[in-house]
Structures are given as C-alpha cells and as structure tokens.
C-alpha cells in the first residue's frame, strides 16, 4: 500500500480537492485508489454549516454529509465514497475523548502526540486495509500555517517514518501569481510557503504551481532552487476553462512519470474524457441557465449543480451561460420576476433551508410555469414548487409549507412525523440513497428505468393528505418511495418540460454519466 499526500500553502481556494482529484484520475486506470480528506474544524461533519461560509455539503450514499471534495473524487475517480473517508478534527476528539472516559488510556497522560497523531494515523492503515486498496490518497484541508491542521499534518509527517520513503510521496500545491501591470511570475509566495511546510518536517517531492499560465524555465529554475525540490517534479497547475482538463494538463507536466519513478510504479495515465471535451470546446450553441437561490454570493454553494450542468451540456454539445438570480432580490422588489428572467432558457431551483428567499423562489417558478419555461426543481425546490402548485393551480388559499409557516392552512409541505421529536440537528436528516418507484412519464423516460436511487438531504416532505388534489389537479406524482407515502419525483405535462424531485440527482451526476434530470432539461433548451 502506497500513499500520495496533498497538502496546499499560500491561500485557500487554490482548488487543492480537483488537484487531488486529477491525480487521482491519473493514477486509476490500474490502481485501486482510496482519497481520505482531512478537515481541521471541530464540527464532526459540515452538516450544520452555512453553505456561504464552506461551500456545499455532499452527501454519499450511505448517508454521509462530508466535504465538498468528496464530489470532486467520486466524478473523477468514478467511485461511490464512505463517510469515514472524510476525517475530521471533530471526530478525532470525539473519539479520544470517548477511549479516554472508557479507560483505554488508563494510567497514561493523554497528549496531542503521540495519542492523537496515533488516531489518525491508524484511520489510514483502517480504510486502506478495508477498500483493499493499492494508494491511499491523503488531502490535508486548509493551508500550511492554519493552527486547525497542525496535528494532521504532523501525522502525514510520520507516516513516512512508519511505511518507509518509497512507499509515501508529499504533492504541494502553491500559488504563483502575475501582478497586473508586472507581468512576471512571482515565485516568492511558493518560497515561503515551502520553507513553512519544511518548518513542519515534510519535503514536498512535487510542487503544483498553481498559476494563469504555464510556468516558465526561468520560473522553475528559481523555485527549484530555494525550494530544494527538482525542476523536473515542478508542474503548472494551470487556470482552465473546464476543471476536467487538469488531468490532461497534469500529464502533460509529466506527473505521473514522477510517481511512478517516486513510488516505484508502473502507471499508465488514465485520460477518458479528451473525446468529449474536445468535441465541446468548438460548439456555437449557446443557452442560458437561470440558477435560483439565496447563496449565490459564493458559487461553491451550488458546485454540484454547476457540474450537472456543465456534464449536461457537454453530452448534448452544447455551452451555458449561468445567471445567477438571488431570489430574495425578487421577494424585496429589487427586481421584477420579468427583469430577472429575461433571455432566459431554462432555470433551476437548488435545495436550501429557511424562510427567506421562499417567496422570491415560488414567483420565479409561477412565471416559469405559465410561461412555459423549462423549469427543474431539486429538493426544497420540489417543495416549493408544489406550494406554487397548489395557490395557483388548486387554489389552496395560503398554502406553504410548515418550514415557512407553521400556521398556514394548508400544509402541503410538513415535517417527517419521525423528524418532530428529534433535538439534535447534525446527522438527523432524512441522509443517503432512496429508491423511488417511477410511474410512466417524462421522468421515467428519462431514467429508462422503473426504479432509481437517488440521495437525499432534507426534514420535509409533500404532506400525504394533499397527494390526491394534487394529482386531480394535474400535477403527476410521477414517482413515490416503495410504501407509496413520499414523493420523490413530480412533473407537469401540459408543460414542455416541469420536473423536480425531492432527492440531489446532481450529487451524482458525471461526465460520462450526465444526471437525466439536468440532461432532459438542457435538452429541452435547445429544442
């Protein structure tokens, strides 16, 4: 078993997960690989955290909410990934803190190191022993110098003493700008924030420079120089247009020649997409895609959604311009339903929490329903669609759902009966894959199967009660849980294309495998 460890320096953002990701792909065409993300936040998973403040909460089958990275390894490495993979400093002390009350520390002073060092690293030997796999691959969240990732990247540092120097390699992403009006690459934020992983006891043995164009020798040579690292393992982590040509470029830098001389190795690089981004890259065919929501000032929030979007659209050969409408913009009077979705040729609504923006939303799909826009709703977007449907179409006066009002009279979204009594918010969600049972329709054609799995990540659902008005109403309940009590999917045919479901279908969607949702929608665009 070998392990590549990643770790980042300069600032965040960087995109150290879709670097990782790359090499990943890379490295998997005949290795079994195995990422494992480690977050130095105390909260044991990012559940309760603001999308604004961390970005997405992915969530994998089994239940899992983890780091948005993990979206990044599962579309690039084509694997479905485990909770326990993603490592946080909020697990690692609850679980010292429960060995210690246990007694398994009894009679010893329990300390940083080696107690917690230890923890972690036989989390890595426990994963990679149980997939079985050939390469562990390690991304250290945060940048070198944050006090959060001290005890991990301490680990990483020992593993090297426990498997021996040709069985783990150090990969250092870094940042070499181009100041406006210098143009010339500036090395020194790469230097120091070198000489600061150093500080630590690693030395990195590939640096990925991460710049707006490819590093010159010149560059290269000074980097080599005060870095202490060979020119040849020196690579340019280039600005791309599409995150799915790294790994082109990565090869091209001759990364993998340099894993495999590292660890001893025989890879052949794995490149499965050059076909497909190739035949997009000259496409004239233009739509535009409305996104809706109330964390559009970080556009992490929706990454997921923007990769559906973008695996849609290279399948059907085609580009999307995004435009990003804050709903509550809408809901204030800022700006009218008409204005915000002028030229507009299709739109999503993304799942969310809470009462703002609610309004703003539920206008942005009326329009969109009598106007006949392609319209795809995904979670809360589901349920406000069927509020919407329900004013508008059944004339349930002041229909909502109890999430926004606990008063209204008719709730036709409401809470799980077995999420009521639940205190605790981490965790508690309905979390995971779901099988839904599809009816004949548009949906169903579009998954060319009876019945599908999808994940989910919310409390509410459509209110049991009102299934029947609904349905009488023209709304198809096009596809419910196996006992037939929780819509997962519904459409509107008199419409050309009104689809939501209750589930993330984007969480799952990939290059090679677009999500039929968001490729029915991009679809009906162009037609």
């Known amino acids: 078993m070998k392990f590549i460890v990643v770790t980042g320096g300069v600032l965040s953002g960087l995109g150290k997960g879709i670097a990782a990701a790359s090499i990943g792909h890379l490295i998997s065409k005949d290795l079994k690989v195995t990422p494992i993300k480690l977050d130095g936040y105390l909260n044991v998973d990012p559940g309760t955290m603001n999308p604004i403040e961390h970005g997405e909460v992915f969530v994998l089958d089994d239940g899992g909410e983890v780091d948005m990275d993990f979206g990044h390894y599962e ?234 979007i973008d695996h849609a659209a290279a399948n059907l050969k085609c580009k999307i311009n995004l435009k990003w409408i804050e709903t509550t913009d809408i809901e204030e009077g800022k700006i009218s339903v008409e204005e915000a979705l002028k030229d507009i040729n299709g739109l999503i609504i993304p799942g969310g929490f809470g009462l703002r923006g609610a309004e703003g939303k539920i206008a942005v799909i009326k329009y969109a329903r009598e106007k006949n826009i392609p319209f795809l709703g995904l979670c809360f977007g589901l349920q406000l669609a069927v509020v919407e449907f329900a004013r508008n179409v059944c004339k349930l006066e002041g229909a909502n759902s109890t999430e926004i009002n606990q008063r209204t009279s008719h709730p036709v979204i409401d809470i799980l009966p077995e999420q009521k009594s639940i205190i605790n918010k981490g965790g508690t969600m309905r979390l995971g894959s779901y099988k839904a049972i599809l009816k004949d329709g548009v949906i169903k054609q579009l998954y060319k199967n009876e019945k599908v799995y999808e994940r989910h990540r919310h409390r509410y659902e459509v209110n049991p009660n009102y299934h029947e008005i609904l349905a009488n109403n023209g709304l198809v309940l096009s596809g419910l849980s196996e006992d037939g009590r929780l819509v997962e999917f519904i459409e509107y045919p008199k419409h050309k294309f009104f689809t939501a479901t209750q589930a993330h279908p984007e969480l799952k969607s990939s290059l090679i495998n677009p999500s039929p949702l968001f490729y029915g929608l991009i679809k009906s665009c162009l037609e």
């Open 75 to 308: 579309r690039f490495l084509n694997i479905s990934c485990k909770t326990k993979w993603n490592l946080t400093m909020g697990k690692v002390f609850n679980e010292i803190r429960e060995k210690e009350r246990r007694g398994d520390y009894l009679g010893k002073t329990v300390q940083f190191i080696p107690h917690v060092t230890n923890l972690i690293k036989s989390k890595f030997f426990e994963i990679g022993k149980e997939e079985n796999t050939d390469i562990v691959l390690i991304e250290v969240g945060g940048t070198v110098g944050d006090i959060e990732n001290e005890l991990f990247l301490e680990a990483v540092r020992q593993l090297k003493i426990d498997v021996g120097s040709e069985n783990i390699m150090y990969m250092h992403l870094t940042y070499v700008p181009i100041p406006h009006g210098v143009n010339e690459q500036k090395s020194k934020p790469t230097q120091q924030s070198v000489n600061m992983l150093r500080q630590k006891g690693i030395n990195p043995d590939i640096l990925i420079c991460r710049c707006k164009e490819y590093l010159t020798e010149k560059t290269k040579e000074r980097i080599s120089i005060f870095c202490g690292v060979d020119k040849e393992a020196i690579i340019t982590g280039l600005d791309v247009e599409n995150v799915y040509e790294i790994p082109v470029v990565f090869n091209e830098e001759g990364i993998v020649n340099i894993i495999n001389k590292k660890l001893k190795l025989n890879i052949t690089p794995r490149i499965e997409w050059l076909p497909l981004l190739k035949q997009n890259k000259n496409s004239k065919t233009n739509i535009n895609i409305a996104i809706c929501g109330k964390y559009t000032k970080l556009e992490d929030s929706y990454a997921s959604v923007i990769e559906a």
